[in-house]
């Protein structure tokens, strides 16, 4: 997958900007403030994922703008396509000049982000870890994002519900178990779905890490990835039916539990992974370097899930994290991608060197200035 051409107008700080990148190694350096970062978000947003800054939709528009615009040409699929989203008061995007919807967006274009919260992804706390999974399925899984928007949805009334209980005492209670309980059964499905699918991806990522940690940390530590499901006693098979009834059987059990705290307490909106490096927990006794290694691996596997399954390399973005890897670290990461387009964001070119092949963009207040390297 190469990016051919990107055209931003209204963009954050960037008003009406071309660029026109290297098929491998791009730079885009400059002071802080600049709109470096700016510059890589629109091009995450491509793959049809939210922003990696967790920015709402409307803080993309230029201040004072009604609306933004991407247009980006790439090579895919053996062809040349064409994505156009058109952000403002209503989202349209276009495939190949057809109207699409965010979710059809899914797989047609697929970049990987690696940005210092990646960084973090090992020792902060099981949010980031569920938000890594839930984003890298949904790029290979179109689904994926549908089924968590469903249990999302329940979930709120079920919460809403408990909530009600917790502290409005008078209520009809027979009623309120009877609506409790029609939200349970359709809470059972979506996340059968949900921890299905993110156990099946850890299984798929698990021999890639161990590849590339053994790899980077040159064989002396065995690295090992779990995920650690919230619902107890599920199948190791992961049998629908039987799973379908712990499910079941396990929001029934947590009622009193969740409506005393007026939320609910066991799910995949609470599950977590954990990952090892020789038996012991990364996150709670891995040095920085070890961490910082891991959430390496992570991403870098995701990378190769995402080759296996379209084909295709996605385009990697590296913002402000490469001039932070050691020598060692990013001349094994450089390996791991030499046919890949890169897009690298650095405040000074000094952290880059050794990058030999490629162009390099002069970020200014939001405007970008190519130089051939
Ligand atoms: P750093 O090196 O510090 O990471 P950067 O070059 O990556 O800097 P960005 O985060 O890309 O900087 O851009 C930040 C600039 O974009 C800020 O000056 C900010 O005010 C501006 N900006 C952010 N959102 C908007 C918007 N909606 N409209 C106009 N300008 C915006
Ligand atoms: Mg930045």
Redesign the pocket.
């Known amino acids: 997958m190469k990016l051919l051409s990107l055209e931003l107008k209204?963009y954050?700080?960037l008003q009406k900007q071309v660029l026109n990148p290297h098929e491998k190694v791009n730079i885009i350096y400059?002071?802080?403030?600049?709109?470096?970062?700016?510059?890589v978000?629109a091009i995450y947003l491509l793959t049809g994922q939210k922003s990696f800054r967790g920015?709402k939709e409307n803080?993309?528009?230029?201040?004072?703008?009604e609306n933004a615009e991407i247009l980006a040409r790439f090579f895919s699929g053996g062809r040349e396509q064409e994505i156009k989203i058109i952000l403002g008061k209503n989202k349209n995007i276009y495939i190949n000049e057809i109207k699409a919807t965010p979710n059809e967006l899914t797989g047609v274009f697929n970049s990987v982000i690696f940005s210092p919260t990646e960084l973090s992804l090992i020792k902060d706390g099981p949010s980031e870890r569920r938000a890594f999974l839930d984003n890298a399925i949904s790029k290979i899984m179109p689904r994926y994002s549908a089924i968590l928007q469903n249990f999302n949805k329940i979930l709120y009334q079920r919460n809403t519900l408990l909530s009600e209980m917790k502290y409005n005492k008078y209520a009809d209670k027979s009623l309120l178990t009877e609506t409790l309980f029609a939200w349970e059964q359709s809470l059972v499905k979506p996340i059968y779905l949900l921890i299905n699918a993110r156990i099946r991806y850890i299984d798929r990522i698990t021999p890639h890490i161990k590849d590339i940690y053994r790899e980077i940390s040159k064989d002396k530590e065995k690295i090992n990835i779990e995920y650690i499901p919230s619902i107890k006693n599920l199948p190791t098979d992961m049998d629908r039916h039987k799973c379908e009834e712990i499910i079941l059987k396990s929001l029934q059990d947590s009622r009193q539990e969740d409506i005393k705290n007026g939320y609910t307490t066991s799910g995949p909106h609470r599950d977590d992974f954990n990952i090892t490096l020789n038996n012991i927990s990364a996150r709670s006794y891995g040095s920085q370097g070890q961490q910082r290694s891991c959430a390496l691996a992570l991403k870098i596997a995701e990378c190769r899930v995402i080759e296996e399954v379209t084909n295709e390399k996605p385009i990697l973005l590296l913002?402000?994290v490469f001039s932070e890897l050691d020598k060692n670290r990013k001349h094994f990461f450089l390996k791991q991608f030499l046919d890949t387009q890169i897009f690298i964001?650095s405040?000074d070119k000094t952290g880059i060197q050794g990058i030999k092949s490629g162009k390099s963009f002069r970020?200014v207040n939001?405007e970008i200035y190519s130089n051939q390297k």
């Open positions: 209204n954050r700080n400059g002071d802080n403030a600049q709109g470096k970062t700016n510059l978000e920015a803080e993309l528009l230029k201040f004072g703008c913002d402000d964001t405040c970020m939001g």
